[in-house]
């Protein structure tokens, strides 16, 4: 089957610039990107394509390229089903915050809905491709789902998880390490495996395109999740162990990356691991090895999400000891809150359950990030529902200028490695502070001689 039409359900993080590079680089394909949420919608169809609702590098010129050629952005679910061959669903699949498994499992509600508008609208065959990461076995719920539609029609379930990661997605998304998809091993589940290859196959090398069956790919996924944040915990943890033992967890990372074997990548020390899915990941695996009764199994990985939490208290504590067991009243700048630089997303960021700790202590929390807006950063701290909103907000003063944010404060805490800080006036900064003047680098991205010797108390991680 050559395919002309793709639907994509969920205009996201996921779903927006994977279709957009589809579209980019299959100018002979029609891709339609659809969503619930009209305003999400309309921000993709701004004329102006730097107002698209995701800030990453390179996108809004794919958009702008691609968009209203053979790219469309639509609340028209129905009718893009109706029209596709191809289905991806990209709708979030976020820990369930209710009823059995709350708190770990993930919550499949909106991929049901998809499946069941699928169901009721599709009137010929079509291949419907998970793109979202779901429990493993999930495609036997779709499939069941549409199989019970009675008119008919015939699906075929692929998985093919996406591996991008928020602020290198485009580069992440043109060059690949490897496409995964997955299928039945019958020859119509081939066939799909096949036209889903030729779609990537228009500018991803054959020899990365891996294909397995379904329970292998969607179990890949989360096993790829849970094993890159392994390695941020095993690392953190040993960022307070240098800390005790003079040891210096930077040289402590090179060292052992360069051995070819554990490989130099994701060893950076951090004040926690953020994003909206290393941690959901992890508790559904450790979920769905619960529910096979593999206990140890599901502690194993539960440990790297208690490492994460562990990291971000300490980091919080750390600031209160050091600035004389109080921080009440006292002004603590946030350099950053995005989870990681060039990106405008703040799911799970560390910076949020920081500043929750701060307020506890009622600090009073100054922040400056390049580009997450004042309203997300307000509503990431209501969402704990730690205190009222009017106290948070109160407790919060956002500013659009570093220099500004820094002045008279106590101590800065840098929490996401944004380029531009490394950039600053260090020096302009210690002399609008008050004295002595502490800086908490979350990120290790600054040199604590240089830093130390303008009279900074410098504090890194694991060092
Ligand atoms: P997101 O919340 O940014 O986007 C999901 C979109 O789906 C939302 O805009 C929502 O309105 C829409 N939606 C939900 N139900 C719908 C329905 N029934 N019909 C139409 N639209 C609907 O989520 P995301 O970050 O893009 O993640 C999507 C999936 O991809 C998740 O499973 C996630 O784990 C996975 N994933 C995310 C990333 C990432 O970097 N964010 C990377 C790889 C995989
Ligand atoms: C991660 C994976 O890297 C992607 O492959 C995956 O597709 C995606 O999750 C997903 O499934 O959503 P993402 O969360 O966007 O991507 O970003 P990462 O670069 O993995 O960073 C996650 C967090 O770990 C950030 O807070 C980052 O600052 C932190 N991190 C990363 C460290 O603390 N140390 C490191 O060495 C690397």
Same mark, same amino acid.
């Given at each position: 089957?050559?395919?002309?039409?793709?639907?994509?359900?969920?205009?996201?993080?996921?779903?927006?610039?994977?279709?957009?590079?589809?579209?980019?680089?299959?100018?002979?394909?029609?891709?339609?990107?659809?969503?619930?949420?009209?305003?999400?919608?309309?921000?993709?169809?701004?004329?102006?394509?730097?107002?698209?609702?995701?800030?990453?590098?390179?996108?809004?010129?794919?958009?702008?390229?691609?968009?209203?050629?053979?790219?469309?952005?639509?609340?028209?679910?129905?009718?893009?089903?109706?029209?596709?061959?191809?289905?991806?669903?990209?709708?979030?699949?976020?820990?369930?915050?209710?009823?059995?498994?709350?708190?770990?499992?993930?919550?499949?509600?909106?991929?049901?809905?998809?499946?069941?508008?699928?169901?009721?609208?599709? #009137?010929?065959?079509?291949?419907? &491709?998970?793109? +979202?990461? =779901?429990?493993?076995? $999930? *495609?036997? /719920?779709?499939?069941?789902?549409?199989?019970?539609?009675?008119?008919?029609?015939?699906?075929?379930?692929?998985?093919?998880?996406?591996?991008?990661?928020?602020?290198?997605?485009?580069?992440?998304?043109?060059?690949?390490?490897?496409?995964?998809?997955?299928?039945?091993?019958?020859?119509?589940?081939?066939?799909?495996?096949?036209?889903?290859?030729?779609?990537?196959?228009?500018?991803?090398?054959?020899? #990365?395109?891996?294909?397995?069956? &379904?329970?292998? +790919?969607? =179990?890949?996924?989360? $096993? *790829?999740? /849970?094993?890159?944040?392994?390695?941020?915990?095993?690392?953190?943890?040993?960022?307070?162990?240098?800390?005790?033992?003079?040891?210096?967890?930077?040289?402590?990372?090179?060292?052992?990356?360069?051995?070819?074997?554990?490989?130099?990548?994701?060893?950076?020390?951090?004040?926690?691991?953020?994003?909206?899915?290393?941690?959901?990941?992890?508790?559904?695996?450790?979920?769905?090895?619960?529910?096979?009764?593999?206990?140890?199994?599901?502690?194993?990985?539960?440990?790297?999400?208690?490492?994460?939490?562990?990291?971000?208290?300490?980091?919080?504590?750390?600031?209160?000891?050091?600035?004389?067991?109080?921080?009440?009243?006292?002004?603590?700048?946030?350099?950053?809150?995005?989870?990681?630089?060039?990106?405008?997303?703040?799911?799970?960021?560390?910076?949020?359950?920081?500043?929750?700790?701060?307020?506890?202590?009622?600090?009073?929390?100054?922040?400056?990030?390049?580009?997450?807006?004042?309203?997300?950063?307000?509503?990431?701290?209501?969402?704990?529902?730690?205190?009222?909103?009017?106290?948070?907000?109160?407790?919060?003063?956002?500013?659009?200028?570093?220099?500004?944010?820094?002045?008279?404060?106590?101590?800065?805490?840098?929490?996401?490695?944004?380029?531009?800080?490394?950039?600053?006036?260090?020096?302009?900064?210690y002399d609008s502070m008050h004295k002595p003047a502490f800086l908490f680098d979350g990120r290790n991205i600054l040199n604590a001689k240089e830093v130390e010797a303008i009279g900074f108390i410098y504090k890194g991680i694991g060092s």
């Amino acid at each position: 089957m050559k395919i002309t039409k793709i639907c994509c359900i969920g205009a996201g993080y996921v779903g927006g610039p994977t279709m957009a590079v589809i579209a980019q680089k299959c100018p002979h394909i029609q891709v339609t990107v659809v969503d619930l949420n009209e305003q999400r919608i309309k921000d993709w169809n701004d004329p102006n394509t730097d107002n698209i609702p995701i800030y990453e590098p390179g996108l809004s010129e794919i958009v702008a390229e691609a968009r209203d050629r053979n790219l469309f952005f639509s609340t028209e679910v129905e009718k893009a089903i109706d029209e596709a061959q191809v289905i991806f669903i990209s709708v979030n699949t976020p820990t369930k915050t209710y009823g059995k498994g709350k708190g770990m499992a993930a919550d499949l509600k909106y991929i049901e809905l998809c499946a069941r508008q699928i169901a009721k609208v599709a #009137k010929q065959n079509k291949i419907v &491709v998970e793109k +979202s990461t =779901l429990p493993v076995r $999930t *495609a036997e /719920a779709i499939k069941s789902i549409l199989d019970n539609t009675g008119n008919g029609v015939q699906f075929q379930i692929l998985s093919n998880p996406e591996f991008l990661a928020e602020g290198t997605a485009v580069t992440d998304l043109l060059n690949p390490d490897r496409i995964l998809i997955g299928g039945d091993t019958t020859p119509e589940g081939q066939n799909a495996i096949n036209a889903l290859v030729d779609v990537y196959a228009n500018w991803v090398e054959k020899d #990365k395109i891996l294909t397995t069956n &379904v329970w292998s +790919s969607e =179990l890949s996924k989360l $096993t *790829a999740n /849970a094993f890159l944040a392994q390695r941020i915990s095993s690392i953190n943890a040993m960022s307070e162990l240098c800390e005790k033992t003079g040891a210096d967890v930077t040289e402590v990372a090179r060292a052992i990356g360069m051995d070819s074997r554990i490989g130099s990548k994701f060893l950076k020390a951090s004040v926690g691991f953020g994003g909206s899915c290393f941690q959901k990941d992890i508790l559904n695996l450790v979920y769905i090895a619960k529910s096979y009764g593999l206990n140890e199994v599901a502690d194993y990985w539960e440990q790297v999400i208690i490492m994460n939490d562990h990291q971000k208290r300490r980091f919080s504590n750390k600031i209160v000891q050091t600035l004389y067991n109080t921080v009440a009243d006292k002004k603590i700048t946030f350099l950053g809150w995005a989870f990681k630089k060039d990106t405008n997303d703040t799911r799970e960021s560390a910076a949020i359950y920081v500043a929750d700790d701060l307020i506890n202590e009622q600090a009073k929390i100054s922040v400056y990030d390049p580009k997450v807006s004042r309203n997300k950063m307000l509503s990431d701290l209501d969402y704990l529902q730690t205190r009222s909103n009017e106290e948070n907000s109160n407790s919060l003063a956002i500013f659009d200028n570093a220099y500004e944010a820094c002045k008279g404060s106590h101590a800065i805490a840098v929490l996401t490695e944004w380029d531009e800080f490394t950039t600053y006036d260090w020096k302009k900064i210690y002399d609008s502070m008050h004295k002595p003047a502490f800086l908490f680098d979350g990120r290790n991205i600054l040199n604590a001689k240089e830093v130390e010797a303008i009279g900074f108390i410098y504090k890194g991680i694991g060092s």
